[in-house]
């Protein structure tokens, strides 16, 4: 399942439908990068300059689930982006993320991707396979 954004308010949402977020919820990882999921459907994304500094933080709701580990697709609004400007660590991949964009967050095998940065996080069985970085 490919990620995709849109930049109309509200186009993360997915058609009306009861939402299971249980099989999501929680951490998923990937070299210098984490994404936590909570229970609310609250997802917290952070990626790291390599070692210790935030590069970034992104937080947004997932609005509906469906699917599986093995195809999912998490439809989602960003909540808020925020960026550390340090001029040692260029980020030229960084989101250009806005407030209240939509997206799908696709699944597949237990790697994640999200759609305002593509970046990639794993479950633990995916991450003990080295699929997200070493």
């Given at each position: 399942?490919?990620?995709?954004?849109?930049?109309?308010?509200?186009?993360?949402?997915?058609?009306?439908?009861?939402?299971?977020?249980?099989?999501?919820?929680?951490?998923?990882?990937?070299?210098?990068?984490?994404?936590?999921?909570?229970?609310?459907?609250?997802?917290?994304?952070?990626?790291?300059?390599?070692?210790?500094?935030?590069?970034?933080?992104?937080?947004?709701?997932?609005?509906?689930?469906?699917?599986?580990?093995?195809?999912?697709?998490?439809?989602?609004?960003?909540?808020?982006a925020?960026?550390?400007?340090?001029p040692?660590?260029?980020?030229?991949?960084?989101?250009?993320?806005?407030?209240?964009?939509?997206?799908?967050?696709?699944?597949?095998?237990?790697?994640?991707?999200?759609?305002?940065?593509?970046?990639?996080?794993?479950?633990?069985?995916?991450?003990?396979?080295?699929?997200?970085?070493?």
């Open positions: 399942m490919s990620p995709s954004t849109s930049t109309a308010p509200g186009a993360g949402k997915a058609p009306t439908g009861a939402s299971d977020l249980k099989p999501f919820v929680g951490a998923w990882t990937g070299h210098t990068r984490t994404l936590t999921i909570s229970a609310d459907g609250i997802a917290t994304e952070k990626v790291y300059d390599g070692c210790c500094t935030v590069a970034w933080t992104l937080r947004f709701s997932v609005d509906h689930a469906s699917g599986s580990h093995a195809d999912a697709a998490l439809y989602t609004t960003l909540l808020s925020s960026f550390n400007e340090n040692d660590f260029p980020t030229p991949g960084s989101p250009e993320a806005q407030k209240g964009q939509g997206g799908i967050a696709g699944v597949q095998d237990g790697v994640l991707t999200e759609p305002y940065a593509g970046g990639t996080f794993c479950d633990a069985t995916a991450d003990a396979a080295g699929k997200c970085g070493q």
